[in-house]
């Protein structure tokens, strides 16, 4: 079973930043938070992962409270491109990677 | 270069056929994993393979047989094909160790079992 918890689905205008959380609450000390999203039918693609810190790349950011209970993944300037499944998953490098239902973010014109 | 390429993208084929699957990556990788996504459009993780070795089954019916026979291959062949087994197969890779290191997914098989 996922170790995480999503809301099914958010909406964000074009242009401005979309904010996805995530609760990941029993997440254990070795555990990365990770994150992909799937466009329409598209195979799952990889955008960030952390353990401790916040991070950066070219696709996103990625905010982990201090706790490590919950994270936030923020897409600073949503393109109608961005409109996609996303999932946050918890794991070590040692384990699968299992999917919940993630968030359907749409991003609106 | 793809990383992760899965042949066919389509299939359609008839109840009872037998049929494979193909994948391999090009990343060095030493772990592969077959995932399916049915029209729940839920990802469900079917086996996983570490150095040619099966470590995961989850509890996939045996008519489903992954076969790795190096490290940058992983195929599932399907004996007699069910109506049910219609969906989206996506081939996956990743390398074990320590620190975190992200999966890469092929583009996925499209089985449809008429």
């Known amino acids: 079973d996922a170790k995480t918890t999503q809301p099914p689905s958010m909406d964000c205008a074009e242009g401005r930043a979309a904010n996805l959380p995530c609760n990941h609450s029993?997440?254990?000390?070795?555990?990365?938070v990770y994150w992909y999203r799937q466009i329409h039918s598209q195979g799952p693609q990889y955008i960030i992962h952390?353990?401790?810190n916040n991070e950066t790349n070219e696709m996103a950011s990625l905010i982990i409270t201090e706790d490590r209970k919950s994270s936030t993944l923020i897409l600073p300037h949503a393109t109608l491109r961005d409109t996609a499944v996303y999932y946050c998953?918890?794991?070590?490098?040692?384990?699968?990677?299992?999917f919940g239902p993630g968030t359907s973010l749409s991003v609106i014109p | 270069d793809t990383a992760v390429s899965q042949t066919p993208k389509y299939l359609v084929t008839q109840m009872g056929n037998d049929k494979s699957i193909k994948c391999e990556q090009n990343l060095g990788h030493d772990t592969m994993y077959w995932y399916k996504q049915d029209s729940k459009k839920f990802l469900k993780i079917m086996f996983s393979?570490?150095?040619?070795?099966?470590?995961i089954n989850e509890t996939v019916p045996n008519r489903f047989s992954p076969k790795s026979p190096d490290k940058a291959h992983l195929n599932l062949h399907i004996n007699s094909l069910e109506l049910g087994d219609s969906a989206v197969y996506f081939c996956?890779?990743?390398?074990?160790?320590?620190?975190?290191?992200?999966?890469?997914f092929g583009q996925g098989t499209r089985l449809t079992v008429v």
């Open positions: 952390g353990l401790k």
């Open positions: 393979y570490n150095n040619k070795e099966l470590i």
């Open positions: 998953i918890v794991r070590t490098s040692y384990d699968k990677v299992i």
């Open positions: 996956a890779s990743s390398l074990k160790g320590q620190g975190g290191t992200e999966a890469f």
């Open positions: 029993t997440i254990s000390g070795n555990e990365y």
